[in-house]
């Protein structure tokens, strides 16, 4: 087999992608180009683990699998153009590569607050690079950690920066409880209750609009005028898609790259998108094309989206089933867990305790269900290690839901 | 096909119970347990469960 497949994104949605499009049985050529100088590695340490100091480099490397031994890595550089109806893609060192097929697996990047104020002390994680600055700073003695945002990234760098010992930690987010978005009220209550009594302070109902301090931040205005005084700054506000690269080729790019049910871009045979990136409909659920920044993502998005690539340049005729996967979500905080299985972001109108009491015991295990339309949708357990056999027990009834109308 | 899980690095996050339950289980007392030689017939629901283990603690042999 001649050719060439060109996957653009060398985090682990490249690496399955590439794995996957050997299983599909493509034996063509394999180009992997990633930004990052390290071969993918596994993230979620690094807001954990990473930053606590406990885990090395080496321990967050994945084990790529031998059939992708032949791939292709074209490692700190990156794809800066494309022009799809000619079948290339430009990278920022100048070169063009040329494909048959093109994997987008180009992620997110940290949205940034643009208030004023200076930059020096202000911290992202989304990189080995962005959690290795962060933890220098937080091992200061004494340092003061301000944590805007207290969704997933919030809420861990929150914890591990208390597990450190630093001198104060303070989460800020305009939403009253942490977590709200994707967990709804009721666990927002109990998160805010454990992380409290672990020490971590909060400011909700409030955002932030500017910073203090001339060369480097000192403190974070609120929006009530409140300053906090802040050696550190972590913003974790959330993430911008990578697809500027993709302009210009009549794109649907308002929020990651559109996709239909394959996983294709732009109604081309010849383009999938895997990750984060992919905004895609779940034909599990209501249809409604949604980006998912959940870990379980990459992989699941890469095992359909090198399925259809593959399928059509082998010229075969069969189109698999719509894409329907099962989201999967974990964080770890503190010594507690939150482990998801569905999609509870559908059932926050309908949110039922199926386990525990989220109102007596402050540390008891919690099991709740989100429902849409009386239907389960989405578990998620709050607690000790074995959380997840709790969850777990819901699988079936998960799998089987039958699709919803929107 | 044989399985290997590093029992050492699990923590029990139940990813593969939920993509390969025919192999992967939690036993009464919330520990995983799991099928070492399963037919080659689930290699494509063992190979997804190997996948999304967070802690990447599962191999396949074979």
């Known amino acids: 087999m001649t050719g060439r497949i060109v996957v653009a994104g060398g985090s682990m949605g490249g690496l399955r992608a590439a794995e996957q499009l050997r299983a599909a049985g493509w034996t063509g050529a394999v180009t992997v180009v990633g930004d990052e100088p390290h071969m993918p590695y596994n993230r979620p340490p690094l807001s954990k683990e990473v930053l606590a100091g406990r885990a090395p480099f080496a321990s967050l490397a994945f084990t790529p699998k031998a059939a992708a031994a032949d791939v292709e890595w074209r490692l700190g550089t990156k794809a800066v153009g494309a022009r799809l109806d000619e079948r290339t893609v430009t990278l920022d060192d100048g070169s063009t590569l040329s494909y048959d097929g093109l994997v987008v697996a180009t992620g997110m990047r940290p949205r940034r607050l643009r208030c004023p104020g200076p930059l020096a002390g202000r911290h992202t994680v989304r990189t080995l690079a962005d959690a290795r600055g962060l933890r220098e700073e937080l091992t200061r003695p004494g340092v003061r950690v301000v944590v805007v945002g207290a969704g997933f990234i919030g809420c861990e760098v929150a914890a591990t920066a208390a597990g450190l010992g630093v001198g104060e930690v303070t989460v800020v987010d305009p939403l009253p409880l942490p977590m709200a978005g994707p967990l709804g009220d009721l666990l927002g209550r109990a998160l805010l209750r454990r992380h409290e009594r672990r020490g971590v302070r909060f400011a909700l109902g409030t955002g932030v609009t500017g910073f203090e301090g001339t060369d480097r931040v000192t403190g974070v205005v609120l929006g009530d005028g409140t300053v906090l005084p802040a050696d550190v700054v972590v913003e974790s506000v959330g993430s911008v898609a990578n697809v500027e690269w993709l302009q210009d080729n009549g794109l649907d790019l308002t929020d990651g790259v559109l996709t239909c049910a394959q996983l294709r871009v732009g109604g081309r045979p010849d383009v999938v998108a895997v990750g984060d990136v992919a905004r895609f409909p779940n034909a599990r659920y209501d249809g409604v094309p949604r980006r998912v920044e959940h870990w379980s993502i990459p992989a699941d998005t890469a095992r359909h989206a090198a399925k259809a690539l593959v399928a059509h340049l082998l010229g075969e005729e069969r189109e698999p089933a719509p894409f329907a996967p099962l989201p999967t979500f974990w964080s770890d905080q503190h010594d507690f867990r939150l482990q998801s299985f569905g999609a509870p972001v559908l059932g926050l109108g309908d949110v039922r305790v199926l386990d525990g009491d989220p109102d007596g015991d402050p540390e008891g295990d919690v099991l709740v269900g989100y429902h849409h339309t009386d239907r389960l949708v989405g578990v998620v357990a709050l607690g000790g290690r074995t959380a997840a056999l709790d969850a777990a027990r819901y699988r079936a009834q998960l799998l089987q839901q039958p699709a919803l109308t929107a | ?62």
């Open chain 2, 1 to 62: 096909m044989k399985v290997v899980v590093d029992m050492n690095k699990c923590q029990d996050h139940g990813q593969c119970v939920f993509a390969a339950p025919d192999v992967f289980s939690f036993d009464d007392a919330g520990r995983l347990a799991y099928v070492p030689d399963p037919d080659d017939a689930l290699r494509d629901e063992v190979e997804e469960a190997a996948d999304v283990c967070p802690l990447q603690a599962i191999r396949i042999e074979g």
